[in-house]
């Protein structure tokens, strides 16, 4: 079989979910036994999202191979549980880079050089790469942004070529838009998204199936119209409800038979119907929680919801693998000092203190990591969260009154946390972090150890600041366990309190690697810790 290429665009507006439904139509596609990968083409200029602020973009998700990208490719891998990585996240800006690096190296030597042939090319040439990796059978493209913009028209040009290029049989284009639901006339409206398909076909691309996110029931007579007006087939308008979880939706496009629309036109014969049963436990037991906890995430971009999006979804995992809910209390570490941290945090069965760049609310990121260990309530800190961790350790155990992350104070007496040393020759901010998947050796007998059951573990980094092993010793003769080192360079990656109920803080992210389907350990046994807690708070 060839390789098949399916095309998501979206219309109308945006944040309609389009990384959700093509998530949930590949997830339907690989459960009737396709391989299947999804890739994101992203219309901003910048190289990556790397060097974007949280509030812009929401989270940088990082695969496996380093690649700072869209959030989107964590809901890929999240419903897939496959790994993405540096291809499947492309942006103009890296379109660009290549065509303009080739033009200097001689490669258009006598031509001049243009959107239309040389940026498409580029752009076809990567829409069509994983797919000649003999890895896939089938490949789902997201073209980021709103059809109409005038920056998503080199995608939408290099979409319509391909369209005539590809055999028939091997394309197929989806259009995701919103009906809105208008209160006073009590009524669906289709005119946006009549408009939205006009425009993609104005620029000459067809929609085979036109996804409709809507928050009422779409009836027979207005599926009927929009297939008139919109050009497309009966029974190719299939309506996306709001859904009470996103790990639902593959299962409401399941009802709506997109997957089966989706095989009759890309012609791949004897499949057998999607097994979703292991996704469809895990919905169960998030349905029906027997208990719940509180937790709080101490971060400085609360305000945005995306910014912490895996930490956030890794807490649903570990939730439902606990049959708990897990209430997260978004906490911003800028309003958390000395006088309030007992009224904010008191309450809490688990304090997270989360990743994070720059000095703004460190003080109050070190101050509720105090409260967590003081108190003995069960503490998980991620990256700059294991970096506050262990300046709170060295000013208030070993009495550094100055400690600090060169980060925050580079004059310190005592730099706890310090700048890698490849990390001081660099002048380029774009890529330049440690990036992607860093082999971790456990400590036998750590709470490490334990929760992940194994010695040797892999889990993703992003970031340039490290422990300072020059206070190695001091450190662990004070109570810190160091229970992950890499062992190649000797980087502390864990740190831990065994004098504590439930205290770990990590170097690396461990929320990019949960998935519904394997819920990340220290995520797990976090939920578990904080019900713990819970429970001898109410006996
Ligand atoms: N700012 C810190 C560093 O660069 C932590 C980064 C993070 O939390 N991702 O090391």
Same mark, same amino acid.
């Given at each position: 079989m060839n390789t098949k290429y399916i095309f998501v665009t979206g219309g109308v507006a945006s944040s309609l979910g389009k990384g959700i439904i093509a998530a949930s139509l590949a997830k339907l596609l690989q459960a009737r036994g396709l391989r299947v990968t999804i890739q994101k083409f992203d219309p901003y200029l910048n190289i990556d999202p790397g060097t974007l602020n949280p509030y812009e973009h929401g989270e940088c998700y990082v695969t496996d191979d380093g690649a700072e990208t869209d959030l989107d490719l964590g809901h890929y891998e999240r419903f897939l549980g496959v790994h993405t990585s540096q291809a499947n996240n492309v942006t103009t800006g890296r379109i660009y880079n290549t065509v303009i690096t080739k033009e200097r190296e001689g490669a258009y030597l006598g031509k001049t050089v243009q959107i239309v042939p040389h940026i498409t090319d580029e752009i076809k040439r990567r829409m069509l790469l994983l797919g000649q990796t003999g890895q896939y059978d089938v490949i789902i493209t997201e073209v980021g942004g709103t059809v109409g913009d005038m920056e998503s028209q080199p995608f939408v040009e290099a979409m319509r070529q391909l369209q005539w290029e590809l055999p028939e049989e091997d394309f197929l284009s989806i259009h995701l838009t919103l009906i809105p639901y208008l209160k006073a006339a009590q009524e669906l409206k289709t005119k946006p998204t009549q408009h939205s398909v006009q425009e993609l076909q104005s620029q000459g691309v067809h929609p085979d199936i036109i996804v409709c996110r809507t928050e009422k029931e779409l009836s027979p007579e207005l599926r009927r119209k929009i297939a008139l007006f919109c050009n497309v087939k009966p029974g190719h308008v299939i309506q996306s409800m709001d859904a009470w979880s996103i790990y639902q939706v593959p299962f409401n496009m399941e009802a709506e038979k997109l997957d089966e629309l989706v095989v009759n036109k890309l012609e791949i014969p004897n499949l057998p119907p999607p097994d979703l049963s292991r996704l469809g436990n895990f919905l169960e037991r998030l349905k029906h929680p027997k208990a719940e906890v509180d937790v709080a995430l101490v971060g400085k971009y609360v305000e945005l919801q995306d910014a912490y999006k895996s930490i956030q979804?890794?807490?649903?995992?570990?939730?439902?693998?606990?049959?708990?809910r897990?209430?997260?209390?978004?906490?911003?570490?800028? !309003?958390?000092?000395? =006088?309030?941290? &007992?009224?904010?945090?008191? /309450?809490?069965d688990g304090i997270l203190v989360a990743p994070g760049f720059g000095s703004r609310g460190l003080e109050g990121k070190i101050c509720a990591v105090r409260y967590a260990r003081e108190k003995g309530i069960p503490f998980f800190g991620i990256c700059l969260g294991m970096q506050v961790a262990v300046v709170e350790f060295a000013r208030d155990v070993l009495g550094w009154a100055d400690a600090a992350s060169t980060e925050e104070n580079p004059d310190t007496t005592h730099p706890v946390i310090d700048l890698m040393e490849e990390q001081k020759k660099l002048t380029l901010k774009g890529g330049t972090m440690r990036l992607g998947a860093y082999?971790? !050796?456990?400590?036998? =007998?750590?709470? &490490?150890?334990?929760?992940? /059951?194994?010695?040797?573990?892999?889990?993703?980094?992003?970031?340039?600041?490290?422990?300072?092993?020059?206070?190695?010793?001091?450190?662990?003769?004070?109570?810190?366990?160091?229970?992950?080192?890499n062992p190649d360079h000797q980087l502390v990656e864990i740190v831990e309190l065994p004098s504590h109920p439930f205290y770990i803080a990590v170097q690396f992210h461990p929320e990019f690697k949960s998935t519904p389907e394997c819920p990340q350990p220290i995520f797990v046994a976090f939920v578990a810790a904080a019900l713990k807690q819970r429970a001898s708070k109410n006996n």
């Open positions: 979804e890794s807490f649903v995992h570990a939730g439902a693998a606990n049959e708990c897990v209430n997260v209390h978004c906490v911003h570490s800028e !309003h958390v000092n000395d =006088g309030n941290v &007992a009224d904010v945090l008191g /309450g809490m082999p971790c !050796h456990l400590l036998e =007998g750590s709470l &490490a150890w334990s929760i992940y /059951g194994k010695e040797d573990i892999s889990e993703r980094h992003r970031h340039r600041y490290e422990f300072n092993n020059r206070y190695l010793k001091e450190m662990t003769a004070a109570g810190l366990k160091i229970s992950g080192v």
